[in-house]
């Protein structure tokens, strides 16, 4: 996913669908994610399957992991979800398939615990004792919030049948909710010690992280490393990025980053280039290209590396994705037409008849509170005309955001009306990380388990499932 920039503005408008037409479409409730690997950059070879199904409210029930062994497809990692009765997420259980016994094995379960304002609470994994056959607590995340956002995270091991502190971190916000900084801490003998944190300033259509580690020596932070992102006039969108580390006082390039966008605002493009010190040059590295379906749902995901003997790009990876239809996309055009803007709005339920919904879309001109002509579509359902009148005009932060990117130890999410979200980690493999839920604020990732390489980071939102890929260094 692309690192945005918190200052992202959005424009909200009050949505009062009036339908003048409303049509069922039969839409697979179903999905496949097909995975794909290259040994000789040219011809692909398909490694590793995900089936994915799902309820009539667009919610995954139920995702099942194959892979591809010789001539067929085995059974690998099964993933069931329960919702409570406001479609929150409360259960996550992982299961294996065992060929000895030809049926699926426990290995972990999530419990998801909110507030009274919908807001993550708690999260307890419990993992599969299969002596006893029962499941045994083993770790919980603990999540405080204040008015901008997630304050801390707490992350708390159960030992000796007692729950333990191990690590937590805090965040704190300037008087525009963007993410100043976060530190990160870890319980050792008894006291909190600090790790690690990062901190952010922006200026106009810019913005610069630095990372520091704590040194235990002369408590005190020292620099590591440090990243500029530019962004693309006033949005979210990543125009390019610069990491830096800082080595025996000087601060050496270590990568950038290019994106592209379509005229839809989607991102289609990532260019990664390293430095070579030797040479005191930039070259290729690698490159992310992505294709949408109609609807902009992600249709497939080509990573490839550059072949410096070739001078070409090599194919690597890529993963193909089927609709499942319960995407619903906006079309927006001013009266005049010269603005016109499309965007997939990712959290919003299923539109019913006599629906009203607030749909926000990007910064964009406004002028003197002009008209919208609205096309609502859902596959799924409905397919509704609608019209829209500008109520409001907010200043908030972007709705998703994840950065830095590459990461170290932790990234963060932005994610704002983020509705029944969770993020997911996999590697290129196809194999299952890690899985968290995701509310609204920012909060942070913490992958220091992870080793150093790409990985593919699934954020999925009422159904909606964005992939992207994250270097971790």
């Not at 139920?62 to 329960?82: A, K, P, V």
């Not at 016109?340 to 509170?369: L, W």
Request: glycine share 4%.
């Amino acid at each position: 996913m692309e690192k945005r920039n918190p200052m992202n503005y959005k424009i909200y408008i009050l949505l009062i669908a009036l339908i003048a037409s409303a049509k069922t479409y039969a839409q697979s409730t179903t999905d496949t994610v097909l995975y794909e690997g290259s040994t000789d950059g040219t011809n692909w070879i398909s490694t590793q399957a995900t089936v994915i199904n799902y309820n009539d409210a667009c919610l995954i029930t139920q995702s099942t992991d194959l892979l591809h062994s010789g001539m067929r497809w085995d059974s690998l990692y099964r993933f069931n979800y329960i919702y409570n009765t406001e479609n929150l997420l409360i259960e996550v259980t992982t299961q294996e398939w065992l060929n000895a016994t030809q049926g699926w094995r426990n290995i972990s379960r999530y419990h998801y615990y909110y507030s009274n304002d919908g807001l993550t609470d708690t999260i307890v994994q419990q993992d599969w004792n299969d002596s006893r056959e029962t499941w045994t607590d083993y770790y919980r995340q603990i999540y405080q919030y204040n008015t901008q956002g997630l304050a801390i995270y707490y992350e708390q091991a159960y030992y000796n049948l007692l729950w333990t502190p191990a690590s937590r971190s805090y965040n704190t916000y300037d008087s525009f909710n963007r993410l100043l900084s976060w530190v990160s801490q870890n319980f050792i003998n008894n006291n909190w010690v600090n790790k690690s944190k990062q901190h952010y300033t922006y200026q106009n259509d810019s913005a610069l992280s630095y990372s520091y580690l704590w040194n235990t020596t002369t408590n005190s932070w020292y620099k590591t490393y440090r990243d500029f992102y530019n962004f693309l006039g006033h949005t979210s969108k990543v125009e390019s990025s610069l990491s830096q580390n800082l080595s025996e006082n000087t601060w050496n390039n270590q990568s950038k980053r290019f994106s592209r966008y379509n005229a839809d605002s989607l991102i289609t493009t990532n260019l990664y280039n390293i430095w070579w010190p030797e040479f005191q040059e930039w070259r290729n590295y690698s490159r992310e290209r992505t294709g949408y379906y109609d609807d902009h749902v992600v249709k497939r995901f080509t990573f490839q590396l550059w072949n410096t003997i070739t001078n070409t790009w090599d194919n690597i990876d890529r993963v193909s994705y089927t609709n499942h239809g319960c995407a619903v996309s906006t079309e927006v055009i001013s009266v005049n037409q010269k603005d016109a803007y499309v965007e997939k709005e990712k959290n919003q339920p299923v539109i019913h008849d006599g629906s009203s919904y607030a749909y926000v879309f990007n910064n964009r001109a406004t002028g003197n509170n002009p008209a919208f002509k609205l096309l609502l579509t859902t596959g799924k359902q409905h397919k509704i005309v609608g019209t829209v009148k500008q109520s409001a005009v907010i200043e908030t932060p972007g709705s998703i955001a994840i950065f830095p990117n590459p990461a170290r130890n932790y990234f963060t999410v932005d994610i704002k009306d983020a509705g029944k979200s969770f993020i997911t980690i996999t590697n290129l493999a196809g194999k299952q990380l890690l899985q968290q839920p995701l509310k609204n604020g920012s909060q942070q990732v913490n992958i220091t388990a992870l080793q150093k390489g790409f990985y593919i980071v699934s954020i999925t939102t009422n159904g909606q499932v964005e992939n992207h890929k994250l270097l971790v260094e």
